[in-house]
């Protein structure tokens, strides 16, 4: 749904950074430039997940 408008921007946020590196190098996720892709951090325990995101393909 995404991918078919791009005229709008999408925000996506996710606590499973892991799962999404997961995907991405699995090759599922063909990142469109309207997608936003988040990580939660919570607290310092869960900064990793930043670490997680900047080893995918999200263009933002």
């Given at each position: ?56 393909g999200?263009?933002?």
């Amino acid at each position: 749904m995404m991918r078919h408008n791009p005229h709008h921007m999408f925000q996506v946020l996710t606590k499973r950074a892991d799962v999404l590196r997961y995907y991405d190098s699995e090759g599922w996720l063909n990142w469109p430039h309207n997608v936003w892709m988040g990580v939660t951090v919570e607290n310092t325990d869960t900064i990793g997940r930043v670490d997680l995101l900047s080893q995918t393909g999200a263009k933002v």
